[in-house]
């Protein structure tokens, strides 16, 4: 068994990019080969946040839940609005990726479009092998 976790997604600590794994010793040395040789240290500030993150108060854990919850189902809502986009609902993430290709445009011109007309930031779909579609964040701020 492998588990893998972090502080970016339970804490809101995204761009931290602060993880963990426990495993096997030797798979675990193995890794710790490759992650030297590919990565750089994390920031000792960001170490000292995320140590505060995990051994401090927790509540604020399902407090961040439930804001995510709340954003995603008010996302589902709005965007049942819109006729012919699609999105499956967001079940252990904070990202949705609605399918918005009834609207025949590529990801990049509507994520555009969104910008210049909205001033809403979206990442085009195509980033992510999935053109047609745009990556929205429904993390609490």
Request: include cysteine; hydrophobic fraction near 45%.
């Amino acid at each position: 068994m492998i588990v893998v976790n972090g502080v970016s997604k339970i804490y809101g600590m995204t761009g931290f990019r602060i993880g963990w794994v426990a495993a096997n010793r030797e798979l675990v040395r193995i890794m710790t080969n490759v992650q030297a040789q590919t990565t750089s240290c994390v920031a000792t500030i960001c170490q000292a946040a995320a140590e505060g993150a995990l051994t401090g108060l927790q509540s604020y854990v399902e407090s961040l839940r439930l804001t995510i919850q709340n954003n995603r189902d008010v996302l589902m809502q709005e965007i049942r609005t819109f006729t012919g986009v699609k999105l499956v609902k967001p079940e252990g993430t904070f990202y949705a990726l609605p399918d918005l290709r009834a609207y025949r445009m590529g990801s990049v011109e509507m994520s555009n479009l969104l910008l210049k007309r909205a001033m809403v930031v979206t990442v085009p779909g195509k980033e992510f092998g999935m053109e047609g579609h745009l990556r929205l964040s429904i993390r609490a701020r």
